[in-house]
T-cell receptor, first 108, second 113 residues
Framework: GQSLEQPSEVTAVEGAIVQINCTYQTSGFYGLSWYQQHDGGAPTFLSYNALDGLEETGRFSSFLSRSDSYGYLLLQELQMKDSASYFCAVKGYQKVTFGTGTKLQVIP | DAGVIQSPRHEVTEMGQEVTLRCKPISGHNSLFWYRQTMMRGLELLIYFNNNVPIDDSGMPEDRFSAKMPNASFSTLKIQPSEPRDSAVYFC???????????FGQGTRLTVV
C-alpha cells in the first residue's frame, strides 16, 4: 500500500520562506507530485519529481530524496495568495495517492 | 480546451435516492480518475480508468458506488442508494497516460440529507 505524511498546518509571514515536508511509504514509486488547492477550489498541479534533487519553478521549488522516501515543497517570497492547502502525491504502480494536505496560512 | 467538466456543481438529495455525477475529461486524455474529498479522510482515489477500462477500483467504498466510462469523453459515478455519510466533494481528474500532471474538474459538492 501507500501512505504519506505531511504537517496539517503551517503559518508563515508574507515575504518569508516556508518548507512543507512530505514522507511516504509505497510499494512502487515513480515520482512525487505537489498540488495546491484554495478553499472551495480544485487541486492544481505545481510540480513533479521523479529523480533526486531540486526542481525550481519560479517562487516554488520541490525536492526529492528517494533513498529517504522524503520530499519537500519550498515556497519563497510568500504572498497572501499562497494561503491554500498543499498536497503531496505519490505516483505508484498504476495509481496516485494523495497526502492529507498541509494548510498554509500566510499572515501580514 | 475548457478543462475537465463536471456536473452538477452542487447536489442535495435525500437519503436513499440515486445520485449520478458526470464528468467530461479533457480531449485527448486517456486516464480518468474519480476522487472524494472530506475533512476527515482528505482526498481519496475511488477509481481509475485507462483507455475507458477500469484499472483500479479498490478505493470504491461499497457496492452502492459504481462508475462507468462508456467512451473517451464521458464518465459517470453513481451512488445508489445514497447515505448521509456520502456527503463530500467529488472530483474528476484526467491526464495523458504518460503525463505526471492530473487536471481536476471543479468538483461536485454532494449533500445527502
Amino acid at each position: 500500500g501507500q501512505s504519506l505524511e505531511q504537517p496539517s498546518e503551517v503559518t508563515a509571514v508574507e515575504g518569508a520562506i516556508v518548507q512543507i515536508n512530505c514522507t511516504y511509504q509505497t510499494s512502487g514509486f515513480y515520482g512525487l507530485s505537489w498540488y495546491q488547492q484554495h478553499d472551495g477550489g480544485a487541486p492544481t498541479f505545481l510540480s513533479y519529481n521523479a529523480l533526486d534533487g531540486l526542481e525550481e519553478t519560479g517562487r516554488f521549488s520541490s525536492f526529492l530524496s528517494r533513498s529517504d522516501s522524503y520530499g519537500y515543497l519550498l515556497l519563497q517570497e510568500l504572498q497572501m495568495k499562497d494561503s491554500a492547502s498543499y498536497f503531496c502525491a505519490v505516483k505508484g504502480y498504476q495509481k496516485v495517492t494523495f497526502g492529507t494536505g498541509t494548510k498554509l496560512q500566510v499572515i501580514p | 480546451d475548457a478543462g475537465v467538466i463536471q456536473s452538477p456543481r452542487h447536489e442535495v438529495t435525500e437519503m436513499g435516492q440515486e445520485v449520478t455525477l458526470r464528468c467530461k475529461p479533457i480531449s485527448g486524455h486517456n486516464s480518468l480518475f474519480w476522487y472524494r474529498q472530506t475533512m476527515m479522510r482528505g482526498l481519496e482515489l475511488l477509481i481509475y480508468f485507462n483507455n475507458n477500462v477500469p484499472i483500479d477500483d479498490s478505493g470504491m467504498p461499497e457496492d452502492r458506488f459504481s462508475a462507468k466510462m462508456p467512451n473517451a469523453s464521458f464518465s459517470t459515478l453513481k451512488i445508489q442508494p445514497s447515505e448521509p455519510r456520502d456527503s463530500a466533494v467529488y472530483f474528476c481528474a484526467s491526464s495523458f497516460q504518460a503525463s505526471t500532471e492530473a487536471f481536476f474538474g471543479q468538483g461536485t459538492r454532494l449533500t445527502v440529507v
